[in-house]
């Protein structure tokens, strides 16, 4: 039964941390912000590789912000 879980068949687990539903809204959330902010539709996203790597960049710049925030937000805390 794992071969088929690997697939996505089996039947959907929520975890306890970051993964659920509150999770996936604010991914939507940032994913739609992006897009306002290169003026992409999802379409474009989909069929044109220049504005998926556009929107994809973005979204890594997003990520790495995130996580050195949230590094130097744990070093102050420790720290004091």
Do not use: K
Not at 31 to 60: E, K
Not at 67 to 72: K, P, Q, S, W
């Amino acid at each position: 039964m794992s071969s088929l879980s690997s697939l996505g068949l089996g039947t959907p687990q929520v975890s306890a941390h970051r993964d659920g539903p509150v999770a996936m809204f604010s991914e939507a959330q940032i994913l739609g912000r992006m897009l306002r902010f290169t003026g992409y539709t999802i379409h474009d996203v989909i069929n044109d590789p220049i504005a998926r790597n556009a929107v994809l960049g973005y979204y890594g710049l997003y990520r790495f912000i995130e996580r050195r925030c949230a590094e130097l937000d744990g070093n102050s805390v420790s720290g004091d």
